[in-house]
């Protein structure tokens, strides 16, 4: 169901549950107006024929006969009825034929000055009256014919108002629902133009203050991410296809001409040697690949990991590489601080400092400083190299895959250290920051949380 659909109808149940409602407090009060009214009026004739009657002792003769028929405002189904303090009927304007059911009445009046009642169709009511020392009871029906016409009336007018104001509801609550979906239609509309090779385009934030304009907001953020992921992807790409295609056309074209030209043993065996070589590249650039991969495949199993472990076996890793490389290590921590330990992966952590290290040897020829530190519930990792920096327009690219500076022509490397090491940084909830300088150095320094 169409949400507009849908919040027509929610909009049209609660208006009509509120109208209906209203409708019967309305019908309900007015009926007990009506029935207080009625018998005020009942009270009211109880007391006249008390006072004409029994004060008057006209008990007997005809003169409330004619009271009745000159009384402009005469009850429909009018019945007065007096019982003396002996519960005997001593008057009644008409033949009273249930007087025992009355009588049943009179007691209920020792905590009461009055005691209304229904029988029937009529509604009646019952007041005690002294006169001269002796205690009457007098009782009032009648039939409210009038009031009965108007609560009539009353149902009838409520009936069609509810009638026409469901039709009006529903009209009210498509309009309404049209107006409130109006702003996702047009965010629809304007989705719907945005494609792969459109990606530059945005969604109207309309007043950026209420609840439709910030999810516009956040889709145009996701947007830009988007946008950023597609243009890291088509520069990955391109770049990776650029990096495998040169090798393999170089090991190519050297076993062709090796085929076709070479003729004795050395040449055959130099012509391999090259080729080898460039495999060698194909390889390393294929593991490069598959590691970045792997990392943002998905979660990865922490365990307790010694930091100083992992940073000593990636050290001795790289002075492999590197013999002769001067890698002092520093370590910093007090007694409060507690061990280098982290919630980790030891082969990861590995992979980050000798990912770090080996770019602080490549593009530096002089000693690279290592300075391990425990501080406020925290491990910090710094690698201090003394080569020719990174510009500032290449820094903000550096964890892109396969990118490299401009100012590394001649060093061997593919440019994807970095972005494994950001990855593997992410997984661990640290952070990983880079300083540099042209022709003074680099530092990059390491945070990762250490466990409480």
Known sequence: MLIRNRLTI???????????????????????????????????????????????????????????????????????????????????????????????????????????????????????????????????????????????????????????????????????????????SRIVDEVEQITATHLHKRVNEGNQRDEIAQLAMTFNQMLFRLEDAFVSQRSFVSHASHELRTPLTNTLGTLETSLRYDQNPADWRESMEVAIEELKKVITLTNGLLGLAKVTDGPVALTTVQVDDCLLTAISQVQVRYPGRNIPLQFKASAEDGAFTVK????????????????????????????????????????????RGISESDITHIFDPLYRGKNVEGVPGYGIGLAVTQKIIDLHQGSLQIHSVMTQGTSVTIRLPSPI
């Open 10 to 184: 929610i909009f049209t149940l609660l208006a009509m549950a509120i109208q209906i409602t209203l409708s019967l407090l309305v019908w309900y009060f007015y009926s007990l107006y009506r029935q207080e009214e009625f018998y005020s009026r009942l009270e009211g004739k109880a007391r006249v024929a008390g006072r004409v009657l029994i004060s008057r002792r006209h008990l007997h003769d005809d003169f409330f006969k004619n009271m009745v028929r000159t009384d402009l405002l005469t009850i429909v189904e009018e019945q007065i009825s007096i019982f003396d303090q002996r519960h005997n009927l001593v008057f009644t304007n008409r033949t009273l034929k249930e007087s025992d059911y009355y009588k049943e009445k009179i007691p209920l009046l020792a905590t009461n000055s009055l005691f209304e009642f229904e029988h029937g169709h009529l509604e009646s009511i019952v007041i005690p009256y002294q006169d001269r020392g002796q205690t009457f009871y007098i009782f009032a029906s009648g039939y409210d014919r009038i009031g009965f016409a108007k609560l009539g009336t009353l149902q009838e007018i409520l009936l069609l108002a509810n009638l026409l104001g469901f039709a009006l509801i529903v009209l009210a609550g498509w309009y309404f629902s049209g107006r409130v979906l109006k702003p996702i």
């Open 344 to 387: 980790g992966n030891t082969m990861l952590l590995t992979t980050v400092f000798l990912n770090v290290l080996d770019n602080a040897c490549k593009y530096s020829s002089d000693a690279v400083a290592v300075e391990l530190q425990a501080k406020e519930s925290q491990i910090s990792i710094k690698v201090t190299d003394q080569g």
